[in-house]
Structure formats: C-alpha cells, structure tokens
C-alpha cells in the first residue's frame, strides 16, 4: 500500500533523487507515468489511492505533454478532493498557471532576463516563516540546495511564502564557476570592465517554497531541492512536509550520500554494464581534458554549453538500472529492446566522444585562430546527440526514454 505516488515522466535524473529519498527513509511509494495518471492511478482505479503526489524536477513543459488533458484534469481533481501536490522545480513550474501549467496555483513562473542568471546551483541560505505548521519548529533558518531554479512571479497574496533566498551558500556556482574561489569585488570588477552580471543577490528576499490551499487539497511548491542527498536541513524539513501531509512523524535523519559509481550490480546484463563503462569512459575523456568534473559523488559539473546534464542522467540511470535484478515481465521488455538500446548507445558513445574533443580542441586554438573550428559545426554535433536546449532531442532522448520505461518496471516489481 502506498500513500504516495511520485510522477515519473520526464523526471530523469530528479525523479532518481526523490525515489532514493523515500526509499531510504523506508516510506512506502509508487512511480506512476502520465497515462497511469490519467486512466485513474490517483483516484484508486488501479489500486490504492494515495494522499499524496509528488512531481521531481525537470521538464513541465515535457510531464505536462506525457499527461494529456486527461491526466492534468485528473491532478486537479485529485489535488481539489483532498490531495496533496509536492513539487519541486519542474514540479513546481508544472503545478503553476500560465502555458503548460495545471493551475494549482495563482502564481505563474517569471522569466529570466539574464540567462546567466538562471544558471544558479549548490546551496542557499534561506529564512523561513516559523509562524506556518509546514515548517519544522525552530527551523527559523535553513541552509538549502537549488539546482537551476526557476523563480516565481507572485500575482496576489493568496499563497503563503514559507521560505525565501538569503545569501549564497558555501558550495554556490553561476554556470561554471565557484563563487567561493573568486576574490571579494571580482564580480564588481566584471560588470565594471565587461558590463557581464553574474551576482545571484538579485535573488535574495525572493520566494523558494510556498503553499497554498486548493479546494480541499494542499498545494507546496518549491524551488529548492529538498531531497538532495545529504543535505540535512532540507532533508528534515522535506520529512516534516510529508508527516504533516500523512498524518505522521518521520524523523529518519539526512538522506544518504549517493555514490552512483559505487552503485552494486545486481543484473548481469552483458549491455547495460557494457553501456555504464562506456559512460564512465565519456566522463573519464570529458574530466581529462577539463570539460567534466565531479563536484560530488553524485553531480557532475560542466563547462558552460557542454551537456553534463544529460550526461549525468544517462550514467546515473544506467547505473540504478544496473542496482536491481529484474522480473520476468521485466526482463521481458528489455529483451525486446536490449539490441535498439545498444545501437543507439553505439552511436550516441562515438559521437560524443568525437563532440566532446571538437570543444576541446575548439578551447585550444581559439585564441590563435577562433575560425577553426566552426561554432555552428560544434552546435550541429550537440543538436544531433542531445537536441536543441531547453527542449530535449537527439539520440539521447531516445535512450532516456527506454531507460525510464526500465526503471519505472524495476521500481514496479520492488512494490509488488
């Protein structure tokens, strides 16, 4: 029985953050897809309804298109009887009015002028309202992980703001850089000589999380990663969120620290494990020649415009895949889809490799003759393999979508 589904469509590497969370904290839950969603999984049609439903990151406009009309009234409904929507950042913008929004809040999301400013990860101070019963007692200040955070655009008062951004934290970088390694006044210095602003203060004061009612459901929608592992303040405050939603305590400490290249392998599987030395080589190629860089055993870090994202989605699944031994059924479907899984791995592995050493030699040589290596070739290449950003494409979206069909029946069995 599970009181909680988690909506897996489009989640990639989110959904994997959300799932270790509750797995850890040994909370029952299910993965659903948008047409699971819409032929009834929340309103018990197959099987238990749950109280709660959480939405991982990533793309709204992609969940909202697995959900068709069908699954998003079916959200509404559940959230408007009594339900609870948890989001985060892509849930979050999923759950919000406007284009591709559900409408379970007022608010909708506000652009970003400066795109560079958009590209903001690692931790945040944060105060939030103590006088709200979804905020822990004495948890006045918190120390919070945003990955690329969307922002709010409030349009009246009748969401309450449980927490906002303060100062950045310890481990905060704009694109690919480390604000902690940068001498005070460097960034002043930028926008003096260069006219570039990359200080993230215009967030500080702006709302992260908030709440607001619909119908008799609750809506909590938040910028910041609260499933982060390791992350103690925004692990405990998610804990908070969900036994205040069920009615129950949980008090089971952070989530652990995730090694995915220390993830065991339990399914011998000739091509899975052959596709997960291949992604490690890719890493290796990209950290040797400084276009890759592990900023923790389970994010990669990346050179502006070079897909590590996607990158990291890929090898993370392909690794927690490789962590579980599959059913019958299981093994069923990927034994019909192993062989177009392997083509595509082939052609995504060398294409990549060929992609990621054309940057590098593109870094070498600009200074000397920046014509060299053409821009628009190197743009090619990146389209062909990861599609066009914010959109997802290429060859990889075809192997994510099989891997998420992967996980999703492996994540089925465990429950069943």
Request: with cysteine; glycine share 10%.
């Amino acid at each position: 029985m599970s009181s909680i589904h988690i909506y897996w469509d489009e989640s990639h590497f989110w959904g994997l953050l959300v799932t270790r969370a509750l797995s850890a904290w040994g909370i029952p839950h299910r993965l659903v897809r948008g047409h699971e969603i819409a032929d009834g999984a929340l309103s018990g049609k197959l099987g238990d309804a749950p109280r709660v439903l959480i939405v991982p990151g990533g793309r709204a406009k992609g969940k909202a298109d697995c959900l068709t009309v069908r699954g998003m009234d079916a959200i509404c409904d559940f959230v408007h009887s009594g339900g609870t929507y948890i989001g985060f950042c892509g849930g979050t913008g999923l759950a919000l009015s406007g284009l591709y929004g559900l409408g379970l809040s007022p608010w909708t999301r506000k652009g970003y002028k400066n795109r560079l400013h958009h590209f903001l990860s690692g931790h945040v101070q944060a105060t939030l309202s103590t006088k709200e019963s979804l905020v822990p007692d004495g948890m006045d200040k918190a120390l919070l992980p945003v990955w690329w955070p969307g922002r709010f655009d409030p349009v009246d008062d009748s969401v309450t703001v449980l927490a906002r951004y303060g100062k950045p934290g310890p481990d905060f970088w704009v694109a690919d850089i480390n604000l902690s390694t940068l001498p005070k006044g460097t960034m002043a210095d930028w926008e003096n000589l260069y006219g570039i602003n990359l200080n993230p203060d215009f967030m500080e004061g702006l709302p992260c999380v908030t709440a607001n009612d619909f119908g008799q459901g609750k809506v909590i929608l938040s910028y910041a990663h609260l499933e982060t592992p390791a992350s103690p303040h925004a692990n405990r405050w998610l804990q908070h969120l969900l036994g205040e939603a069920l009615g129950e305590r949980f008090d089971n400490g952070p989530v652990p620290a995730w090694d995915v290249a220390a993830r065991p392998t339990a399914w011998d599987d000739d091509i899975l494990r052959n596709a997960r030395k291949d992604m490690e080589q890719i890493i290796t190629t990209g950290t040797e020649h400084f276009l890759l860089f592990w900023r923790n055993p389970w994010l990669l870090g990346w050179r502006r415009g070079i897909p590590g994202a996607g990158i990291n989605s890929l090898y993370s699944l392909i690794c927690e895949s490789l962590a579980t031994r599959p059913d019958d059924e299981t093994l069923a479907f990927w034994t019909a889809n192993r062989d177009r899984f392997k083509v595509l791995m082939d052609l995504l592995v060398n294409g990549l490799t060929g992609y990621l050493l054309a940057e590098r030699l593109s870094m070498t040589v600009f200074h000397s003759d920046p014509q060299a290596v053409s821009k628009e070739g190197l743009r090619e290449q990146r389209r062909a393999l990861f599609g066009t950003p914010p959109e997802p494409g290429g060859i990889h979206a075809d192997i994510v979508t099989l891997l998420e069909e992967l996980y999703w029946r492996l994540s089925r069995q465990q429950k069943s």
